[in-house]
């Protein structure tokens, strides 16, 4: 699976999902830190990508939407950056799941 990771969480996340055999960028990488949006947005569309993200625009904006990528919303408050991803890998099974039953919103609390 392709994931784009957002500005609001750490680059370790994309190597995380990339160490365990998906293909994951972080905006931070590949020159996209300061884009608004929908310039992530249209990116994530045009490269298959599953946007991971702190940012509940996101969210709001695929539940008023037909199509686009489908989004991770990761609603957990600021916390370190193990902290975090200690957090998130027990979850990261289930997320792919739903993910691959086409779901187009995963909220994980």
Same mark, same amino acid.
């Given at each position: 699976?392709?994931?784009?990771?957002?500005?609001?969480? /750490? /680059?370790?996340?994309?190597? $995380?999902?990339?160490?365990?055999?998906?293909?994951?960028?972080?905006?931070?990488?590949?020159?996209?830190?300061?884009?608004?949006?929908? @310039?992530?947005?249209?990116?994530?569309? $045009?490269a298959g990508?599953?946007?991971?993200?702190?940012?509940?625009?996101?969210?709001?904006?695929?539940?008023?939407?037909?199509?686009?990528?489908?989004? @991770?919303?990761?609603?957990?408050?600021?916390? $370190?950056?193990?902290?975090?991803?200690?957090?998130?890998?027990?979850?990261? /099974?289930?997320?792919?799941?739903?993910? $691959?039953?086409?779901?187009?919103?995963?909220?994980?609390?």
């Open positions: 699976m392709r994931f784009l990771v957002d500005a609001q969480l /750490p /680059p370790a996340l994309a190597r $995380s999902l990339a160490e365990r055999g998906h293909t994951a960028e972080h905006v931070y990488d590949i020159g996209l830190h300061t884009a608004d949006d929908p @310039v992530l947005w249209d990116y994530a569309v $045009s990508a599953v946007i991971i993200t702190k940012d509940e625009d996101f969210a709001l904006r695929r539940t008023l939407m037909d199509a686009g990528p489908a989004i @991770v919303w990761l609603r957990r408050g600021n916390t $370190s950056r193990r902290e975090l991803l200690a957090w998130f890998e027990p979850l990261l /099974p289930t997320v792919i799941d739903l993910l $691959s039953r086409g779901e187009p919103l995963v909220e994980i609390v």
